[in-house]
């Protein structure tokens, strides 16, 4: 087994390779589930000035004081401000100004009274309970002041510091952008789906696989779809790509057959390295860079469930690198196994697995065979197990080490 490379080791060359792509000023609806590469502080306050949280009366405190059910206060109401209207900047006291949600307070204006407490009246208004000094008005600054650290520099944005930095007043912000990511699935017997199958040849999975868990990373995906096991057409398709590509992901052509097109094609650049990795499955691997930007390439193994699997562990890291996402891999989380799992010595197994909690805690029941074509039982999991290289067997009952495939992280 001296000849395999550990996967961690593999992974650190992969990270050391692949950079964070350049941030640039993307516009808010663009920068949905991108990292920022900025720290923002809050250029304004919100609110930004003093302003009614009820529909009713503008007044001074003092002077409704004492208004009960049983013996009411009655002022004369002498305007009115709706919300995004500064008309009215200032009220006298003995006076009542009718004011909208959100409308600002004028000065002189101690607290708000809410139209259920008054009789809705125009020229003058009768109120029968006293706000409290200073209720319902929403002071400048209560919620952000300006200066304040808003979102740090990492941070992933979703809709909620998206709405933030609206509200704030910014327009864009900087993030690191979505890699555009090629896939290409090599193999003469692969077939698009939706066409004639002969009984010699299979429908291409692999590209819809790997494109689909590239985009779930965040990446933007580029199916090419299939290439026939021929060094020279593979070559020229992958040229043809690299205009396009920040990474390229290939499967298939990557073990020890006759006709591993990948392996051949790419073996003279001297640029990609090919071996074995200790883990199963996903053994057959290779990474390296081609083209005159040095683009990263990952060549997988054809076997589907090896292809994800290789993805999840290799993959996946470098995209949330190159977008600026921490952490790089999926996290470990833990659970209890229900089933014994057995695993080859001085290898990483993932073990494909049904990932439930309950009240008794979180458990892991394995899902099919270890073969590395049951696609079948890799999408009736959503979890896999990890059984670390010097575990040959797992008793039911253990914690084990869980990556949970559908967990936003
Ligand atoms: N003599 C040896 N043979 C194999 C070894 C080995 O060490 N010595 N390793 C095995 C392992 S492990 C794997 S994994 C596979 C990897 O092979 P390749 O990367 O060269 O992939 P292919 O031979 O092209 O295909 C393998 C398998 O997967 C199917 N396949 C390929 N592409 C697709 C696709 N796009 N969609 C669906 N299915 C696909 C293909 O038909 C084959 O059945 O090598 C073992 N052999
Ligand atoms: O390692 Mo292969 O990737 O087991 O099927």
Redesign the pocket.
Known sequence: MADLLPVPELVERILATVSPLPDFPQPLMDALGLALAEDVVAPISLPSFDNSSMDGYAVSHADVVTATEESPVHLPVVGEIGAGRSGLMAMSPGTAVKIMTGAPVPRGCTAVVPYEWTDRGVAQVRITRAPSDGQHIRRAGDDVAEGDMLLEHGTVLGPRHLGLLAAVGRATVRCRPRPRVVVL???S??RDPGTPLGRDS????????LAASARAAGAIAYRVG?VP?DPRTFTDALSDQLVRADLVVT???????D?????EALRSLGTVWFG?VAM?????QGFGTIGDDNTPIF??????V??YVSFETFVLPAIRRMMGKLPYSRPVRRARLTHPVSSPAGKRQFVRVLYDVDRGGAFVTPVGGHG??L?GDLAAANALVVVPEDATSISAGEMVQVLLLDEDF
Not at 202 to 208: A, Q, R, V
Not at 280 to 284: D, L, N, S, T
């Open positions: 699935s090599t193999g017997e692969l299979i429908y291409d999975g692999n590209s819809y696989l299939i096991d499967s298939g052509g990557v073990s020890e057959g006709y591993d097109v990948v392996k074995g199963q499955p996903g053994k057959p060549t997988l193994p054809g076997n589907p090896s292809s590395s074509h696609l």
